[in-house]
T-cell receptor, first 113, second 115 residues
Framework: EPEVTQTPSHQVTQMGQEVILRCVPI?????FYWYRQILGQKVEFLVS????????KSEIFDDQFSVERPDGSNFTLKIRSTKLEDSAMYFC???????????FGSGTRLTVV | AQTVTQSQPEMSVQEAETVTLSCTYD???????LFWYKQPPSRQMILVIR??????QNATENRFSVNFQKAAKSFSLKISDSQLGDTAMYFC????????????FGKGTRLSVIA
């Protein structure tokens, strides 16, 4: 079964530092997403990416966030200057336009101290 | 904007019994897709079942089935013969189309299966 791979599984960073969260989507998928889940809360959409550009973003995805697909396989989320409230689980997901829906990675737990 | 409501924050069920988790949603779209995701303590998001709104037949995956009531905008999940491994958070989710639009999630229902 194809998987979405996320690294690292857990990252601790100092407030104000930049972090990059990495994802390898399923190889034949065309649509990529980042979601965030603050502990004990619901999963929230951040951004979607298609054809090398952002297709949708939420109000959470402000200027501190950026996404990139630097090569043919990786999909990254960068937070430029982390805040305490950025502490959350970050999920990458990918999909094709078929009937199999969305596949999520195992998540990266980001802790900002 | 679409919203998804799960009115049961927590539920419990005895092993081997049947439990139903509720979900309602609000949309003006006519064609859309609905999902149930399971999140065990590992926090992985695992697809349980999906339903296309244009299909009248309720989706079924082994012990998991849905009751989709389009007019009532209701999408409940029934778990039959509950197993200890079913203990998890369950999230109901909506997408305008399948595969290229973001998912909107409910707040989740924490299900505990008791031996």
């Amino acid at each position: 079964e194809p998987e979405v791979t996320q690294t690292p599984s857990h990252q601790v960073t100092q407030m104000g530092q930049e972090v990059i969260l990495r994802c390898v989507p399923i190889s034949n998928h065309l649509y990529f997403y980042w979601y965030r889940q603050i502990l004990g809360q619901k999963v929230e959409f951040l951004v979607s990416f298609y054809n090398n550009e952002i297709s949708e973003k939420s109000e959470i995805f402000d200027d501190q966030f950026s996404v990139e697909r630097p090569d043919g396989s990786n999909f990254t989320l960068k937070i430029r200057s982390t805040k305490l409230e950025d502490s959350a689980m970050y999920f990458c997901a990918s999909s094709d336009q078929g009937l199999r829906g969305y596949t999520f990675g195992s998540g990266t737990r980001l802790t900002v101290v | 904007a679409q919203t998804v409501t799960q009115s049961q924050p927590e539920m419990s069920v005895q092993e081997a019994e049947t439990v139903t988790l509720s979900c309602t949603y609000d949309t003006s779209e006519n064609n859309y897709y609905l999902f149930w995701y399971k999140q065990p303590p590992s926090r992985q998001m695992i697809l349980v079942i999906r339903q296309e709104a244009y299909k009248q037949q309720n989706a079924t995956e082994n012990r998991f089935s849905v009751n989709f009531q389009k007019a009532a905008k209701s999408f409940s999940l029934k778990i039959s013969d509950s197993q200890l491994g079913d203990t998890a958070m369950y999230f109901c989710a909506f997408s305008r189309e399948s595969g290229n639009t973001p998912l909107v999630f409910g707040k989740g229902t924490r299900l505990s299966v008791i031996a």
